[in-house]
C-alpha cells in the first residue's frame, strides 16, 4: 500500500513558517494537502476560505485541510487517515521554539502511523536577516538546521550575496546535506518542499553530494557538526550491529541525526538506514550495482562527536 509522505516543517520564530503554510492551504495547485499546525489561528488563514469546521479539522476551498493538535500527534494522524478522500501528502508545522526530533520520531514508533504514513523530509525555513544571531544564543535553531533535509534560506531580500554566502557556509558546518533554496516571503515551487524523498534512504545519495568524502568532520565553534565515514572493505553486519546499538545507547542524546549506505559481507543489496537520536530505521534495499565499487558511507550530526573514536568503532567492524 502507499503510504502518504509526511513532510515536518520547522523554522525558528519569525522565520516564515506562516507564509509558506497560507501558500500551501490557500493557493488553486490543484492537490489536497493536510496541514498539521499546533493553532489554527496562528497561520491567519481568512474566514471565507474555510469550507467546512469542526472541532480540530478546517478544510479550505481549494480541496486542503488544516488541523490544529491539542492533543496527541499520533491521534490526530489516525483521523486524518481515517477520512473519506487520499491525500498527495501532509505537513506537520513545529512552534519556532521546538526540537523537531520527537515528530519525526512518531514515525518510527507507532506501528500504525508507519504503516500508513511516511517521513518525507524535514524542512527548516531560516531568516537570513537573524540567522547568525541565533546560531549564537539559541540551541533551538542550531537542531532545526541539523535535523534539516531541506533547508529554505528565506529573507534574502534583507541580505546582501556575501551575507548570504558567508550564512550557507555556516549552515554547512553544522548540516552539510541538506538542500539549501534562497527564497523572498518563502516563495518556492511547492515540489521542492513536498514529497521530496529527502528521508526516504533509496535516495540518500541524490540529496547529499558529500555523503562519498571519506572520514571527514566538520567542525566550527557551533556546539553542532557532522563526522562522515567511508569503509572500501565489506562490513560484518552482527559487529556493526553491536556497536550502532551500543554508540546511539550511549550518546543517542547527542547524536541528532545518522543515516549510512553500508555493504556487509555475504549479501548483494544495500542496507540503508536513518536515525533520530537513538531510534534507527533501517533495512536492505535495492542491489548494488555490478561495477559499484560497494563503499560503506556513514554520517552522524550531533554534538560532542568523537571523529577518533567513531572512525575506530566503524573500522572495527570490518568483516574478518
Given amino acids: 500500500m502507499d503510504r502518504v509522505p509526511v513532510t515536518v516543517l520547522t523554522g525558528y520564530l519569525g522565520a516564515g513558517k506562516t507564509t509558506l503554510l497560507n501558500r500551501i492551504l490557500t493557493e488553486q495547485h490543484g492537490k ?9 489561528g496562528e497561520i491567519g488563514i481568512d474566514n471565507d476560505l474555510v469550507v467546512e469546521t469542526d472541532e480540530e479539522v478546517f478544510e479550505m476551498n481549494n480541496g486542503c485541510i488544516c488541523c490544529t493538535v491539542r492533543g496527541d ?3 490526530i494522524l489516525s483521523g486524518l487517515m481515517r477520512r473519506k478522500g487520499k491525500f498527495d ?21 507507532d506501528e500504525d502511523v508507519q504503516a500508513k504514513a511516511k517521513l518525507d523530509a524535514v524542512v527548516t525555513v531560516v531568516d537570513a ?4 544571531a541565533r546560531l549564537d544564543d539559541s540551541k533551538e535553531a542550531r537542531e532545526q538546521i541539523a535535523f534539516a533535509d531541506v533547508i529554505l534560506l528565506n529573507k534574502t531580500d534583507l541580505a546582501t550575496g ?13 548540516n552539510p546535506a541538506a538542500e539549501i533554496h534562497r527564497t523572498r516571503n518563502s516563495a518556492i515551487d511547492l515540489d521542492k518542499v513536498l514529497d521530496r524523498g529527502a528521508f526516504d534512504l533509496d535516495r540518500i545519495l541524490e540529496f547529499e553530494p558529500e555523503f562519498l568524502a571519506a572520514g571527514h568532520v566538520h567542525s566550527h565553534n557551533d556546539d553542532i557538526g557532522s563526522i562522515s565515514l567511508t569503509a572500501i572493505d565489506a562490513l560484518d553486519e552482527n559487529k556493526f550491529n553491536r556497536w550502532i546499538s551500543h554508540i546511539l545507547q550511549t550518546q543517542g542524546p547527542d547524536i541528532l541525526r545518522s543515516k549510512g549506505i553500508l555493504s556487509f559481507a555475504g549479501q548483494n543489496d544495500q542496507f540503508v538506514f536513518q536515525g533520530v537520536h537513538m531510534l534507527l530505521d533501517g533495512d536492505y534495499r535495492k542491489p548494488w550495482a555490478p561495477d559499484d565499487p560497494r563503499i560503506s558511507r556513514l554520517v552522524f550530526i550531533g554534538r560532542n562527536l568523537d571523529e577518533k573514536a567513531l572512525a575506530a568503532g566503524f573500522e572495527a567492524c570490518r568483516a574478518a
Fill in 73 to 75: 500527534l499520533i491521534r
Fill in 32 to 40: 489536497k494537502y493536510a496541514v498539521v499546525v499546533n493553532e489554527f
Fill in 129 to 132: 536577516r537573524n540567522i547568525e
Fill in 162 to 174: 556575501a551575507d548570504l554566502d558567508r550564512i550557507e557556509a555556516r549552515i554547512r558546518t553544522i
Fill in 89 to 109: 501528502a501532509i505537513l506537520i508545522e513545529t512552534t519556532g521554539l521546538a526540537d523537531p526530533a520527537p515528530v519525526a520520531q512518531t514515525f518510527f514508533v
